[in-house]
């Protein structure tokens, strides 16, 4: 058996677990970062897809996101505007989206999204500060009391080697908490039932079984006048038809499906994006002399007939799963209904140089949920929806370390599978979708009570399956790993055992937002505008919240504007024990002062005179 070592081991390198790795290693921390597939990155690499689910409004280009994912929009936008010349359309765009797709800030190729992953970490490597281990997989794990001492992990083909990786802080970045059972710590799996949480849309009983259905996406070139028909699949019309395949985009249906390349108009005005945009990759408008390529990722392809997960027959159901989508790309090439009329896209080009793959479908399966961390806090639907939100935001946490916005989106969940394995789509449990207002990711949430150096850095954080649905997207998953991998950063650094029960909490989150990571919901307080750390720290700890009606923070209108705020933050740090008079009287005195500078200058009044108790809890009960 090999042994490394390192002060941080992320155990699985899945978005939120690259997330963790980049700021680690930013932090100067020495990182073992492992991974089950040849490629690093989850969701936009090895699952192929690379479009991120941002669903247009609060999240910004500087609002909502921190400065290392957009560090990593950046990068990537930057590979297309250096290998492919722009088009007007192209070069017209403040921000360039290469598949000017529905719902994303960004698109791109899976080889590209790992490629500028890989670029990004190559210096901590290249130094031997970050060590990256490919293709192997956590099958056990030590621990001392509530420490863990180490994690074995063992190559996936071939090789019987096995590596035991030794670290002071673990992180489970992997897309299904595969550390959990190793631990052992407790986890959840499959529905809660209703009763559990109360949730609505939670079922009558908890299905452990019951596990939200998974996709292989395939990436595909469109090519005028080429023919890439590929062999006729086994069962081809049996899967066809089960599945009821269609032409699917947002608002299409097997009723009423999308067109290929025109969007389809229905008569109550309606407009149903085209299928080819609803994940294209890159859009052929955008650039000179490019084909345009996309990601097929659609209902069509969602494998709900068994869950992969813990199951005994895991390896049939992945090969199922391939079956399915390869199964919709004949269908694609050969019988779905072409805009101009006739049957059949031949020009339907797979593309294996994109996903790493010999088919062109994706390495690893798109994993929308996992095991589920019991944590310290679980996150509920009621926390988000909104039905029970009726603000602007979500449920306020005290303990907040990140932001992420979707709605509840829960696609079918697998059925139990009969004697043969096999089940039905009509065995399956609905899906579900309901909108949410914007959210935070609350510390309590990423812990367990059992463990002193482990956090989770990735989706299977401590949230009930319903509320996993808004909690698991791109935007949500990279920030829970980079507040996972800058926490383990922190502890290190002060010997902390729970931030959460001291003081240090404050200094954490001082720490986020300093370094660019955003805790509290404002659609107008771009990063590093001025007062950006204060009005953060004071409206996560209540002391001055944003609005209820809105997102907005409108920090540069005057303190005129804002004087019914303003006297009830002093009134909340009066009762908290604050000697804050003149610094009351002066801004009164001066009401012409902006916002974020009155916040600024509050912030440095609170620290200077020490943060009571009452105001580091904040309204929220960690």
């Not at 009723?255 to 109550?268: M, S, T």
């Not at 991998?485 to 931030?499: I, S």
Request: hydrophobic share 40%; charged share 20%.
């Amino acid at each position: 058996m090999n042994s490394l070592h390192g002060d941080v081991a992320v155990i699985g390198g899945s978005f939120g677990g690259v997330a963790a790795a980049i700021a680690l290693v930013e932090r100067g921390r020495s990182v073992v970062l492992t991974e089950e597939f040849p490629w690093i990155g989850g969701q936009v690499s090895s699952q192929a897809l690379c479009v991120l689910d941002d669903l247009y409004d609060p999240s910004g280009e500087a609002t909502g996101i921190s400065r290392r994912y957009a560090e990593f929009r950046r990068r990537t936008r930057d590979w297309y505007k250096s290998h492919y010349p722009l088009s007007l359309l192209g070069e017209a765009q403040l921000h360039l989206c290469a598949g000017n797709t529905c719902c994303s800030h960004l698109t791109a190729e899976p080889n590209v999204a790992h490629s500028c992953l890989q670029e990004w970490l190559e210096p901590a490597v290249a130094s031997g500060q970050l060590k990256v281990l490919t293709g192997v997989a956590p099958v056990r794990a030590t621990r001392q009391g509530n420490r863990v001492q180490s994690v074995v992990c063992k190559p996936t083909s071939g090789n019987d080697t096995e590596i035991e990786i030794a670290a002071d802080f673990f992180l489970d970045g992997t897309e299904t908490g595969d550390t959990y059972p190793l631990l052992p710590i407790p986890y959840r799996l499959g529905s809660e039932s209703r009763q559990m949480f109360g949730e609505p849309h939670a079922g009558a009983e908890a299905i452990k079984s019951a596990i939200q259905c998974f996709t292989y996406c395939a990436v595909v070139e469109y090519v005028p006048g080429g023919n890439f028909v590929i062999a006729k699949p086994h069962n081809y019309e049996r899967v066809r038809d089960r599945k009821q395949f269609y032409l699917s985009s947002t608002g299409a249906s097997p009723q009423e499906p999308a067109y290929f390349f025109q969007p389809r108009i229905l008569q109550n005005g309606r407009r149903i994006i085209p299928f080819w945009h609803y994940r294209c990759l890159v859009d052929a408008a955008n650039f000179q002399n490019v084909t345009g390529r996309a990601v097929i990722n659609v209902g069509s392809i969602d494998f709900d007939e068994e869950a992969y997960l813990e199951s005994p027959r895991r390896e049939q159901v992945l090969q199922r799963a391939r079956a399915l989508t390869r199964c919709y790309l004949y269908w694609l090439q050969t019988e779905a209904p072409r805009d101009e009329g006739g049957y059949g896209y031949p020009e339907l080009r797979p593309m294996p140089e994109a996903t790493g793959t010999p088919d062109g479908i994706a390495m690893a399966p798109y994993v929308r949920e996992g095991r589920r961390l019991v944590a310290r806090r679980t996150i509920v639907e009621q926390d988000v929806a909104c039905a029970f939100q009726p603000g602007s935001r979500a449920r306020p946490y005290a303990d907040s370390v990140g932001l992420a916005g979707y709605a509840i989106d829960i696609h079918h969940r697998a059925a139990s599978p009969d004697v043969d394995g096999h089940s039905t789509t009509a065995d399956s449990v609905p899906g579900v979708w309901e909108l949410s207002r914007p959210y935070q990711i609350p510390l309590s949430a990423m812990i367990t009570a059992e463990l002193a150096n482990f956090a989770a850095a990735g989706k299977g954080i401590g949230v009930t399956q319903v509320a996993n649905g808004a909690y698991r997207l791109h935007p949500a998953e990279w920030a829970i790993g980079e507040a996972a991998g800058e926490l383990a950063a922190f502890c290190l650094e002060r010997q902390c055992r729970n931030v959460l029960d001291d003081t240090g909490l404050l200094e954490f989150q001082r720490r986020l937002v300093t370094t660019g990571v955003p805790i509290y919901w404002y659609d107008d307080l771009p990063l590093g505008q001025p007062g950006f750390a204060a009005a953060q720290l004071l409206a996560v700890k209540n002391v001055w919240p944003g609005s209820p009606d809105h997102l907005r923070f409108e920090g540069h209108q005057s303190l005129a504007t804002h004087q019914v705020a303003f006297a009830k933050a002093m009134a909340k740090c009066t009762a908290a024990g604050l000697k804050l008079e003149e610094f009351r009287q002066a801004c009164l005195n001066a009401h012409n002062g902006r916002k974020y500078d009155v916040l600024h200058r509050l912030l440095a009044h609170i620290d200077h005179q020490g943060w009571p108790a009452a105001l580091l809890k904040g309204d929220s009960i960690v």
